[in-house]
């Protein structure tokens, strides 16, 4: 088994929406980045890229190339996706946090979690959303930004899902 860990945070800034989990969610904030800023998603990559000691997402996907100028994240996780079964993993579990005072993450935590488990070929059951604020302390309390952060288990593609 293979254990991996990520973190990702972007700035809030002008915009009506955030992506979080491939959700789209109507904020009165959108979010700084080059590609769709989804710090699930980002947490998640490094997490899985972690795992499997493949260095992190801004190596494989990095800012500079114009590839990725406003991408998909789901397309950076089905890659990920790939990377994990061509070494003969598969996930056996991840759990995400995410940290931001609002928006309020709970409505939308079933739709990102079908979404994050079909582009990592397995059941929701093994995918967990969760959020928590910072009790309105440092960036995320004040808003000024988003943070993720996500721990996922690696199994043998043999011992099967
Ligand atoms: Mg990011």
Not at 138 to 146: A, D, N
């Amino acid at each position: 088994m293979r254990i991996g860990q990520g973190i990702d945070i972007h700035a809030f800034g002008p915009g009506d929406h955030v992506v979080l989990g491939g959700v789209r969610i109507a904020h009165e904030r959108g979010i700084v980045a080059h590609s769709d800023g989804d710090v699930v998603i980002h947490a998640l990559c490094d997490a899985l890229l972690g795992a499997l000691a493949q260095g992190d997402i801004g190596r494989h996907f990095p800012p500079t190339d114009e590839r990725w100028r406003g991408a998909d994240s789901r397309e950076f996780l089905r890659r990920c996706r790939t990377l994990m079964h061509e070494r003969g993993h598969v996930l056996g579990n991840a759990d995400v946090t995410i940290v931001c005072e609002r928006p309020k993450i709970a409505p939308h935590a079933e739709a990102m979690r079908a979404n994050l488990a079909a582009d990592l070929a397995c059941e929701p059951a093994r995918v967990s959303i969760k959020a928590t604020t910072s009790e309105r302390l440092g960036f995320c309390g004040r808003g000024e930004g988003i943070a993720a952060l996500a721990v996922v288990l690696l199994v043998p593609a043999t011992a099967g899902q």
